[in-house]
Every structure is written in structure tokens, then in C-alpha cells.
């Protein structure tokens, strides 16, 4: 009889799966970032004539999402990078730490010659060598995402045996800077206030220690979203009330409710026809972050002289403005980083030693 072989037998990753919930979220956060910069930087500052509140709406709706955009941004971020923070310190930080502090070099280098292009718009440029440092280091401009992972990745690693109690340390950081008691110019206060969130998504991240709370919350009922939505809409309509972003304890604690209700939406939304999309843009994160504000400063060069007189009237536009340009701007960085890589400038979002096919993630 001939000789028959079976089949290997496949071995089963040890990786966990990456849940889509996560990438949906994501997604979000970054077309909240988008959305966040063509309502301060461009729609807030156009002529517009429609005898409604409907910039005032605007504005508010952004600053009510202030803890819900970055905190959950980096929890996530720190939910992926759990394991990579585990390895030794040469793999981490020629993997993670050095990767993040080039992209974070060349891209603010990119943003200082492109936005001199695009003067009045209300963003912080270097016009010289000593301010050009400045951003390079204690306080980091447009980009300073990509430095605060690299930071924080830096101090996981470092901290990775520690308690969990030590946390307290991170959370009170963002206590005091978040209420203004530490001088946080330009944005210093971003790197020193969400520290907390990425430390605790590698906590809640880790294989042996994984929360199992955030995996329900992403599976729960819409009723339980609903009521998380409620709690969090509920302090964040105090908070702006109150006007309480001076109060100690109060920023943390309404990033954490951001965060619930973040992880809840986003499960909701991945189980949707939009998760897919969602996910996808979400595992893209790093081609829109580096270059929606080159793009959303062009816009606003152009509207500043298309919104005026009839056009600064048209209360549907009024409306509809700022999710249509973070649309255009999205698929835009989309595509640019599409045509990037076609013509092999894959180095502008991926470090030279880290190889070409390294995803584009800032995570």
C-alpha cells in the first residue's frame, strides 16, 4: 500500500487575537482627533453669519469629548503594546522607543516647513533653531502623541514589575497637571496627564493579568451602553457647567468614564456594518495623525476666502462642515499614504531598521 502522510498539525498561536472592538476604537479616536482640529483650527474661526448657535454647538460638542478622545486613544495603545513591553530593553527600544522618537523627529521637521506655507493658521510653528528644540523635547508640538508613546513606552518597560498600586503615581501626575498646579505649556500637559491611561492598558493588557471588565463592557447590551453613555454625558455636562477643569480629581476621574463608555460604544459599533471600516481605519491610525493638519490647514486657506458673504449663510453647511472636511481630510491622509508607498517612501511612516512592512500604526 502506498504511504499516506497526515497533515501537520497546526499550533496554536500563542498571541491573544487581536479583538476588533480595539480597532474600532481606534478609528474613532482618530477621526476625533481630525474632527477636534477642523472645529478649533478652521471651523470655529470662519466668518460664518447664520443666526443659530450652531458654531457655539460645535465647540462644545468638542470639548465635551476632551475625555473620551486621548484617554481612550491611549489605553488602547497600551493594550497593544502589553506584550511588546515584557521584552528585553534592546529589542524594546529599538522595536518601540526609537522607532516613535523618528517618526516623531521627522515629522515635526515635515510640519515645520510645510505649515510655514499656511500663515495665520492658529497652530504652533518653530520660527527659529532654540523653539524648533523646544518641540523636539520638554514641550513637543502638533506631534507630541508619537513622543508621549515613546515615553511611556520607556517607563512600562521600566516599571514592569511594579505593583499595581504604583499606578497611583501616574494618576495623581494627572491630577495636578490636568487642574493647572504644574505649568503645562503649549502641549506638555497631554504627555504628563495620560500617562495614567496607556499604563493602565498595559496592565489590563497583560496575558496573565487581562481585565476581563473591558472585554464585557465591549460585549455588552445596549441598555448598559446606554447607561454608561448616560453617566459619562451626565459629569461631562457638570464638568463644562461647573466649569470645573481646575478641580483636582476631576479630569481623571472623567477620563476614566470616557473611557467606559468609549470601550461600550466602540463595542457596539464593531458588531455593526461600520465596524469593519472602523477597524480597518483604526489599524491606520499613523498616516492620519502626521498628516490631517498640513491637510486641514490647507482647507482652511481656501475657506477662508470661499466662506463669505452668501456662503457663510448657508445653515446647512454651517452644520454639516466639520464631518465633511474630516471626511475629505481622512480619506485624503488615506490615499497619500496609498501613493507614498508606490513611489517607496515607505520611511515616512516606518524607521529605516524596522523593515517596509511594518504596519502603519502609532501604536
Not at 208 to 217: E, F, H, K, M, Y
Request: glycine content about 8%; aromatic content about 8%.
Amino acid at each position: 500500500m502506498p504511504e499516506t502522510s497526515l497533515p501537520p498539525v497546526p499550533r496554536p498561536d500563542p498571541r491573544p487575537a487581536r479583538e476588533q472592538w480595539a480597532d474600532v476604537a481606534k478609528g474613532v479616536c482618530i477621526v476625533l482627533v481630525v474632527l477636534w482640529h477642523v472645529t478649533r483650527k478652521d471651523y470655529l474661526v470662519l466668518p460664518w453669519d447664520v443666526g443659530v448657535p450652531v458654531t457655539g454647538a460645535w465647540g462644545r460638542a468638542s470639548e465635551l469629548l476632551l475625555p473620551v478622545r486621548m484617554p481612550l486613544f491611549f489605553l488602547i495603545s497600551g493594550l497593544f503594546a502589553a506584550r511588546q513591553v515584557q521584552r528585553p530593553w534592546p529589542e524594546v527600544w529599538r522595536r518601540r522607543v526609537a522607532p516613535l522618537v523618528y517618526l516623531f523627529v521627522l515629522w515635526t521637521l515635515v510640519h515645520t516647513v510645510v505649515l510655514q506655507a499656511t500663515p495665520g493658521f492658529d497652530t504652533a510653528i518653530a520660527d527659529g533653531p532654540r523653539a524648533l528644540l523646544v518641540q523636539l523635547s520638554v514641550t513637543p508640538g502638533n506631534l507630541w502623541y508619537l513622543l508621549a508613546l515613546a515615553l511611556y513606552v520607556a517607563v512600562a518597560r521600566a516599571t514592569r514589575s511594579v505593583p499595581h498600586w504604583a499606578l497611583a503615581g501616574a494618576l495623581v501626575l494627572s491630577a495636578v497637571a490636568s487642574a493647572g498646579l504644574v505649568p503645562t505649556p503649549g502641549n506638555r500637559a497631554g504627555l504628563l496627564v495620560n500617562l495614567v491611561w496607556f499604563l493602565l492598558g498595559v496592565r489590563a493588557g497583560r496575558p496573565a493579568a487581562r481585565l476581563p471588565a473591558v472585554g464585557r463592557l465591549a460585549r455588552a447590551r445596549p441598555r448598559v451602553v446606554l447607561a454608561v453613555g448616560a453617566v459619562f454625558a451626565g459629569a461631562a455636562g457638570l464638568w463644562q457647567a461647573l466649569d470645573a477643569d481646575a478641580w483636582v480629581g476631576v479630569r481623571p476621574v472623567l477620563g476614566l468614564l470616557g473611557i467606559l463608555a468609549g470601550v461600550a460604544a466602540a463595542g457596539v459599533l464593531a458588531r455593526s456594518s461600520a465596524g469593519p471600516a472602523l477597524a480597518a481605519l483604526g489599524r491606520r491610525t499613523l498616516p492620519v495623525y502626521v498628516l490631517h493638519l498640513p491637510l486641514v490647514a490647507l482647507v482652511h486657506l481656501a475657506a477662508a476666502d470661499l466662506v463669505a458673504g452668501p456662503v457663510a449663510r448657508s445653515l446647512p453647511l454651517a452644520v454639516l462642515y466639520p464631518v465633511l472636511v474630516s471626511a475629505v481630510v481622512v480619506v485624503a491622509c488615506l490615499a497619500l499614504h496609498r501613493l507614498a508607498g508606490a513611489l517607496g517612501a515607505w520611511w515616512l511612516f516606518t524607521a529605516p531598521w524596522s523593515g517596509r512592512a511594518a504596519p502603519a500604526r502609532a501604536t
